[in-house]
């Protein structure tokens, strides 16, 4: 059974700090992984995805993927309020697949 | 440019009731995906489609789920008979289908309610 594990949070950050979001998985044949943001009421919409090693950076936010630890991580720099919503990680295990975790709850104080 | 469509965006039924859930994805793309939200699991595929064929429908819970995808630009979900655990929120998602690092567009969904 492939697996993506996502603490549920809720996690809360103040505005203008640093949002850190992590997902583990449980099969090292995983190749790709994606950070899908979805707003209360609303579909989830990709925000990136990364399928090698080290660290991607788009804007304000960075995807961070360890294989040999089966980490994957999102930060999110100078956090806004209008980033208040759940982040679900998902990963790809060679096709178009995805196993979806069942996402973090991020709460932005201002 | 038209995103994802679902129709109906709520659904209210009773136990036992066949339910039919619509979706026509972004026009050019081949792939086309159902998920069901809960909860309780989060967000599950229950199958997709590449090319209109059905590729993986591992994810659908039993026989009373049924997919199909006629054409490129229309897709059906039923349940028969419907049952109070299928309340959920189902979600249909399109991809252009030319690998796994594609970005798949999700619709708004159908809010099912079973009573």
Redesign the interface.
């Known amino acids: 059974q492939k697996e993506v594990e996502q603490n549920s949070g809720p996690l809360s950050v103040p505005e203008g700090a640093i949002a850190s979001l992590n997902c583990t998985y449980s099969d090292r044949g995983s190749q790709s992984f994606f950070w899908y943001r979805q707003y209360s009421g609303k579909s989830p919409e990709l925000i990136m995805f990364i399928y090698s090693n080290g660290d991607k950076e788009d804007g304000r936010f960075t995807a961070q993927l360890n294989k040999a630890s089966q980490y994957v991580s999102l930060l999110i720099r100078d956090s806004q309020p209008s980033d208040s919503a759940t982040y679900l990680c998902a990963a790809s295990f060679g096709n178009e697949k995805l196993t979806f975790g069942t996402g973090t709850r991020l709460t932005i104080i201002p | 440019d038209a995103g994802v469509i679902q129709s109906p965006r709520h659904e209210v039924t009773e136990m036992g009731q066949e339910v039919t859930l619509r979706c026509k994805p972004i026009s050019g793309h081949n792939?086309l995906?159902w998920y069901r939200q809960t909860m309780m699991?989060?967000?599950?595929?229950l199958i997709?489609f590449?090319n209109n064929v059905p590729?993986?429908d591992s994810g659908m819970p039993e026989d009373r789920f049924s997919a199909k995808m006629p054409n490129a630009s229309f897709s059906t979900l039923k349940i028969q008979p419907s049952e109070p655990r299928d309340s959920a929120v189902y979600?249909c998602a399109s991809?252009d289908?030319q690998g796994?690092?594609?970005?798949?567009?999700?619709?708004?969904?159908t809010r099912l309610t079973v009573l």
């Open positions: 792939s995906f699991r989060g967000l599950e595929l997709y590449n590729i993986d979600f991809s289908g796994v690092t594609d970005t798949q567009y999700f619709g708004p969904g």
